[in-house]
């Protein structure tokens, strides 16, 4: 069985006080809570203080993108090893803030999980349709484009080793939230996608996480769902009160 795995997304959120006022608050009520996977994804700059606060316990640390070099030239990047030094055991990869506003596209994603990998870090890989793409009945060749782009020249070991993260752009943010079944639909997908493209025994193992305005209000329905086994939790993981919540309604 597939444990759930709750992740939350701080995005461009948090002074490093903020951040060490949220984790200490995350920490007192989580930890000594194992049902399941906890990760914290803050701004670059408070990585390191947040890690501190997490060290030796339940929760774990990963950094919200990554660099598709180990080093050099590249202002304004940050690699695996700089990553791994702040304490970072994941990375989200091809976010669609990422995508849309940075110009993220299916080939950087595939290098940056492929640096991801290589450097010891669980990739977090993000696929999803636009509100227009959804209802021009696009989802299912967007979010196959985006798989074959991202994931589709990994080997089954390689393969093993990451998490995809469904979360359909029309609910980011805007307070909706794709009903369980449309969520699970997409998640049912992916998963045999894997099992075809890659391995029966991969799509097996593979957790795939919803994301999408999760709240803790959404989070049990979404999780009675087959394959969900998550959430990647964006503005409700800024409130201990709120991301606490979800990670207990998740089992």
């Not at 030796?56 to 990554?66: C, E, H, P, Y």
């Not at 596209?105 to 669980?122: F, H, M, P, W, Y």
């Not at 299912?140 to 991202?150: D, P, S």
């Not at 799509?203 to 049990?220: D, Q």
Request: proline share 3%; glycine share 10%; with cysteine.
């Amino acid at each position: 069985m597939r444990k759930p795995f709750i992740a939350g997304n701080w995005k461009m959120h948090t002074t490093i006080s903020d951040a060490i006022n949220l984790a200490n608050g995350i920490k007192r009520e989580l930890v000594d809570f194992n049902k399941a996977d906890i990760l914290l994804c803050p701004p670059f700059t408070a990585l390191s203080s947040v890690s501190e606060v997490i060290m030796d316990t339940n929760i774990k640390l990963g950094a919200q993108n990554i660099a598709w070099e180990k080093e050099g030239a590249y202002t304004g990047e940050i690699s695996s090893i700089m990553l791994k030094d702040c304490g970072c055991k994941f990375a989200i990869i091809g976010h669609s803030e990422r995508r849309k506003y940075f110009g993220e596209s299916d080939e950087t994603v595939n290098r940056r999980i492929k640096a991801a990998l290589l450097g010891g870090l669980t990739p977090i890989v993000c696929v999803g349709e636009t509100l227009e793409e959804r209802e021009s009945d696009l989802t299912i060749k967007v979010i196959t484009g985006q798989l074959e782009g991202g994931v589709g020249n990994l080997s089954e070991e390689e393969a093993k080793k990451i998490i995809i993260a469904y979360e359909p752009v029309w609910a980011i943010g805007t307070g909706k939230t794709a009903a369980p079944h449309q969520a699970q639909e997409i998640h049912e997908f992916i998963r045999g996608w894997i099992s075809d493209k890659i391995s029966s025994e991969c799509a097996r193992l593979l957790r795939i996480l919803y994301g999408g305005s999760v709240k803790p209000a959404n989070i049990r329905e979404l999780m009675k769902e087959e394959d969900i086994d998550g959430g990647l939790v964006g503005g409700a993981s800024l409130k201990v009160e709120s991301f606490v919540e979800i990670v207990k309604n998740s089992i």
